[in-house]
Antibody, heavy 120, light 111 residues
Framework: QVQLVQSGAEVKKPGASVKVSCKASGYTFTSYYMHWVRQAPGQGLEWMGIINPSGGSTSYAQKFQGRVTMTRDTSTSTVYMELSSLRSEDTAVYYC?????????????WGQGTMVTVSS | QSALTQPASVSGSPGQSITISCTGTSSDVGGYNYVSWYQQHPGKAPKLMIYEVSNRPSGVPDRFSGSKSGNTASLTISGLQAEDEADYYCSSYTSSSTPYVFGTGTKVTVL
C-alpha cells in the first residue's frame, strides 16, 4: 500500500543539526512532489518547504531559508529534511507529505511524524 | 506570510451542521482555488478532507463540503458525528515568498 515511513524520534542540543528521513513505498517516487510540515507541541501546522524528487529542485519557506536543506535519494525512494542551528523553538513533530500531480497544493498521504526535541 | 485566520473552536450536537471559516487575503484564499482542509485527531497525522476549495478525496464522507467567497473559505460538516471531533486546518497557496500557508486551526467539539 502507499505509505510514507519516517525515521525515529531525535533529541538534539541547541546549535546542532538534525536530519529526518521519509521513505516512500507503493507508488512511483519521482512522480509526486514531497513537502515537509512541522507542528510544535500544542500548536498549528507550519509549512517548511517542497522538493521535487524527480530533479531535486526545492523551495523553502522564507522563515527557514539558510537553515533547512531538503534532498532525495531516488535509489531508495527516500527524501530527507535537515535543519541546522537548532534552537528550543524547533522542538516539534516533523511530517513529510505527498503532493499528487492531479491535485494542486494538497497533501493526500502523510508520514507518521518524527518528534524532534531540542534541549540542553 | 501570516497564518490564515480560523475560529479557535466550534461546537455542535450530533446530527447538526457546523461551518468553519478560513479568512485570508487576495494573495492567497481569494486569489487561487488551491484551498485545502485537513482533519487531525490527537497524536495523529493530518488527513486531507477537501482540496481545491470543494473537492473531496475518495473515501471522505459527503457530509464534508467546502466553498469559498472572496477571501474566506468555509468547511461545512453536515450531520455531525462523534468521530468528527478533531482539529481542522485550512491551507492555501499564496503568491508571497513562502508559497504555502496553513490556517490557525479550529477545534471541533461534538456536544
Amino acid at each position: 500500500q502507499v505509505q510514507l515511513v519516517q525515521s525515529g524520534a531525535e533529541v538534539k542540543k541547541p546549535g546542532a543539526s538534525v536530519k529526518v528521513s521519509c521513505k516512500a513505498s507503493g507508488y512511483t517516487f519521482t512522480s509526486y512532489y514531497m513537502h515537509w510540515v512541522r507542528q510544535a507541541p500544542g500548536q498549528g501546522l507550519e509549512w517548511m518547504g517542497i522538493i521535487n524528487p524527480s530533479g531535486g529542485s526545492t523551495s523553502y519557506a522564507q522563515k527557514f531559508q539558510g537553515r533547512v536543506t531538503m534532498t532525495r535519494d531516488t535509489s531508495t525512494s527516500t527524501v530527507y529534511m535537515e535543519l541546522s542551528s537548532l534552537r528550543s523553538e524547533d522542538t516539534a513533530v516533523y511530517y513529510c507529505a505527498r503532493d499528487p500531480p492531479w491535485i494542486d497544493w494538497a497533501f493526500d498521504i502523510w508520514g507518521q511524524g518524527t518528534m524532534v526535541t531540542v534541549s540542553s | 506570510q501570516s497564518a490564515l485566520t480560523q475560529p479557535a473552536s466550534v461546537s455542535g450536537s450530533p446530527g447538526q451542521s457546523i461551518t468553519i471559516s478560513c479568512t485570508g487575503t487576495s494573495s492567497d484564499v481569494g486569489g487561487y482555488n488551491y484551498v485545502s482542509w485537513y482533519q487531525q485527531h490527537p497524536g495523529k497525522a493530518p488527513k486531507l478532507m477537501i482540496y481545491e476549495v470543494s473537492n473531496r478525496p475518495s473515501g471522505v464522507p459527503d457530509r464534508f463540503s467546502g466553498s469559498k467567497s472572496g477571501n474566506t473559505a468555509s468547511l461545512t460538516i453536515s450531520g455531525l458525528q462523534a468521530e468528527d471531533e478533531a482539529d481542522y486546518y485550512c491551507s492555501s497557496y499564496t503568491s508571497s515568498s513562502t508559497p504555502y500557508v496553513f490556517g490557525t486551526g479550529t477545534k471541533v467539539t461534538v456536544l
